[in-house]
Structure formats: structure tokens, C-alpha cells
């Protein structure tokens, strides 16, 4: 007979267990907040807390895609846990487009609210959808379906990474040689990537990549899905935020009132961002973004690698291989970003 506590969760809790990330992405603006003052004071044992609670909101959310991604049998409340999963793992680069869109519309100090706001619509809207969905749901696409998508996603990233982001991640990768080197390579760099061939067809294969890899995410949200495919669709959904944060930073926020995007502007220099109660949010924005975007791209590879026979078992002994890689590379890109100088 099982002890009371060997029985497993009933459905319920379990879907109050998944909704906790989202519950904890409600206070996210005062996690920064809190991070923010503590780190003013100079009260750094404080601090790093924070912050830990900060990256505490989509660290929960990949642990909950990654619990119901191991679902074989995918029902219709594990597909709104999952979309309201997603929805918490972007909160670092959602937080940012809100701040950015109220302060273009001039809505100065309601961020906070706004967020909250937004987060309990969310939650009220995947209450009602599942007190109203029971039982399974249709089967994901198959693959076969999804092939062109995915590989007209593949093309077009490897356009944007010979192209562009390659080359933009060195040049941040020297902003912890100072400001004035990151501007000299990157002097350099615009003469391709903003030349007025290039840089409308970079503009449009990344909104490309934003909505054909919205597309892919949700074929899969549906399936089972192991931690590196969790990791992929995970990454690839926060960085259809960011990159359409991004975009909206560069080319309505400063391009329209003649501010130069250089590692000045980027970075909040001279002050800093952790000297700034609003440029605060864009660290852990950044952090997981360059992060991100590199295991995307290692993810990635092992999809081609597994598509061209390759031992799934090597591929994914390559994919962490250059995960590794990547964490090391975006901690130096990063720190050059929070201040650090060599």
C-alpha cells in the first residue's frame, strides 16, 4: 500500500504547481527593484538575492516546460500551462518592451502597474480556459509538415549570423576593452550590416525568424520534449521578444530621435546600468539574451546534425559542448556590459 506521501499530485495541484512561476512573474518589477536599492546601499548579500529571485522567474518557467514537456499523452491544460510557462520565461525582455512602449507614449512611472495588470490578465485568462478545456488535445504536426518552415528558419539564420550577429557579438564581446574600442570595431562592422542593400533585408529576415519561430514553438507545444529541446523552443520564444525589443529600441526609440546606438547608449555609460532605477531591467534582459541566442543557435545545430544521420546521442554531446562554450563567451560579453574593463 502507498504511503500518503509517495501518492502522486492530484491534477489540481498540479496545475496550481505550474502556475507558480507566472505568480512569481507578478512581482518581478519589485525583484529589480529590491536588487536596485540593495545594490545602492551597498548591502550585497541583499542584493544577490534579489537578483536571485529575479532569475528565479524564468528559471521556474523552464523547470515547469521541462516537467510537462516529459508528458507523453499532451492535454489541453498542459498546453495552456505551457503557453502561460512561455509567457514567464520571457518576463526579463517582456518587462523591457512594456517600459520602452510606455515611455514612447509618454505614460512616465506605471510600469508596475501595467505589468501587474498585464500578468492578471494572463492568469485569469488561462483560469477561465481551464475551467473550460478538459481531456487530450489534436497531435502536434509532424515533422514532415513543419519542414519547410523550419528549414527556411535554418536558412535564414545562417544569412543573419554571417552576416550580422557573429560579428555583433565580437564587437560586444571588446566592450570590456571600453566604449572607445567597441566604437572602432563597430565603425567598421556598420559599413556592412547598415549598408542600404544590407540592412533592410537583416531587418526583414529577423522579423522572419521572430514569426516563423513563433510558428515552430507552437508545433512543438504539443509534444514531448527532452531538456534541449525544451532549451531550444524556450530560447527561441525569448528571443522573439528580444529581438522584437530590440528592434523597437534601435529603430523607433533612438534611430527616430537622432540618438546614436552605440555601446554608450546601450550600456547607459557613463553612468551604468546598475547606477539607473529603469536601465537595471536591461541586465538580466541582456544576460539571458546573449546566453540565449548562442544555445539557440547550438540547439539548432543539433537538429541539423541529428537531420544528417549523426548519432543523436554525438549531437547532443556537441550541443553541451558548446553550450559550455557559449556560457563562458556570454559571461565575458556581459560583464563588459555591467562595467567590468580589462
Known amino acids: 500500500?502507498?504511503?500518503?506521501?509517495?501518492?502522486?499530485?492530484?491534477?489540481?495541484?498540479?496545475?496550481?504547481?505550474?502556475?507558480?512561476?507566472?505568480?512569481?512573474?507578478v512581482g518581478y518589477p519589485w525583484y529589480l527593484a529590491m536588487f536596485y536599492q540593495f545594490r545602492q546601499s551597498e548591502r550585497i548579500a541583499e542584493a544577490l538575492l534579489s537578483l536571485g529571485?529575479?532569475?528565479?522567474?524564468?528559471?521556474?518557467?523552464?523547470?515547469?516546460?521541462?516537467?510537462?514537456?516529459?508528458?507523453?499523452?499532451?492535454?489541453?491544460?498542459?498546453?495552456?500551462?505551457?503557453?502561460?510557462?512561455?509567457?514567464?520565461?520571457?518576463?526579463?525582455?517582456?518587462?523591457?518592451?512594456?517600459?520602452?512602449?510606455?515611455?514612447?507614449?509618454?505614460?512616465?512611472?506605471?510600469?508596475?502597474?501595467?505589468?501587474?495588470g498585464l500578468w492578471l490578465a494572463i492568469l485569469c485568462a488561462a483560469s477561465l480556459v481551464l475551467l473550460g478545456r478538459r481531456g487530450s488535445v489534436s497531435p502536434a504536426p509532424s515533422s514532415t509538415h513543419m519542414r519547410t518552415v523550419r528549414a527556411m528558419h535554418g536558412i535564414a539564420a545562417l544569412v543573419i549570423l554571417l552576416v550580422f550577429l557573429v560579428a555583433h557579438?565580437?564587437?560586444?564581446?571588446?566592450?570590456?576593452?571600453?566604449a572607445d574600442a567597441h566604437r572602432q570595431v563597430m565603425l567598421v562592422l556598420r559599413t556592412v550590416y547598415r549598408s542600404p542593400m544590407i540592412?533592410?533585408?537583416?531587418?526583414?529576415?529577423?522579423?522572419?525568424?521572430?514569426?516563423?519561430?513563433?510558428?515552430?514553438a507552437e508545433s512543438k507545444i504539443r509534444s514531448e520534449q527532452g531538456i534541449l529541446d525544451i532549451l531550444q523552443t524556450a530560447s527561441g520564444a525569448?528571443?522573439?521578444?528580444?529581438?522584437?525589443?530590440?528592434?523597437?529600441?534601435?529603430?523607433?526609440?533612438?534611430?527616430?530621435?537622432?540618438?546614436?546606438?552605440?555601446?554608450?547608449?546601450?550600456?547607459?555609460l557613463p553612468k551604468g546600468l546598475l547606477a539607473d532605477p529603469w536601465n537595471v531591467r536591461l541586465i538580466p534582459h541582456y544576460m539571458l539574451g546573449v546566453w540565449l541566442v548562442l544555445?539557440?543557435?547550438?540547439?539548432?545545430?543539433?537538429?541539423?546534425?541529428?537531420?544528417?544521420?549523426v548519432e543523436r546521442r554525438r549531437a547532443s554531446a556537441v550541443c553541451w559542448a558548446l553550450i559550455v562554450a557559449s556560457t563562458l563567451w556570454a559571461a565575458v560579453i556581459v560583464a563588459g556590459i555591467v562595467g567590468v574593463r580589462v
Open 1 to 25: 500500500m502507498q504511503s500518503p506521501a509517495s501518492e502522486p499530485l492530484s491534477p489540481k495541484a498540479l496545475v496550481c504547481l505550474h502556475m507558480v512561476p507566472a505568480l512569481m512573474a
Open 53 to 116: 529571485l529575479v532569475f528565479a522567474v524564468p528559471c521556474s518557467a523552464f523547470v515547469s516546460l521541462y516537467a510537462l514537456g516529459r508528458t507523453p499523452a499532451m492535454t489541453s491544460e498542459g498546453v495552456v500551462l505551457r503557453r502561460v510557462a512561455y509567457l514567464s520565461f520571457v518576463s526579463p525582455s517582456l518587462f523591457v518592451i512594456v517600459g520602452v512602449f510606455l515611455y514612447l507614449m509618454k505614460i512616465d512611472g506605471k510600469d508596475d502597474q501595467v505589468w501587474v
Open 169 to 178: 557579438l565580437i564587437n560586444h564581446t571588446v566592450g570590456v576593452l571600453g
Open 199 to 216: 540592412e533592410p533585408v537583416l531587418l526583414t529576415l529577423l522579423c522572419f525568424q521572430v514569426v516563423s519561430g513563433l510558428v515552430l
Open 238 to 268: 525569448y528571443l522573439a521578444v528580444f529581438i522584437a525589443s530590440h528592434i523597437n529600441a534601435v529603430f523607433v526609440l533612438a534611430r527616430y530621435f537622432g540618438t546614436e546606438t552605440d555601446y554608450t547608449w546601450a550600456t547607459a
Open 295 to 309: 544555445a539557440h543557435i547550438a540547439c539548432g545545430l543539433r537538429v541539423v546534425l541529428v537531420a544528417h544521420h
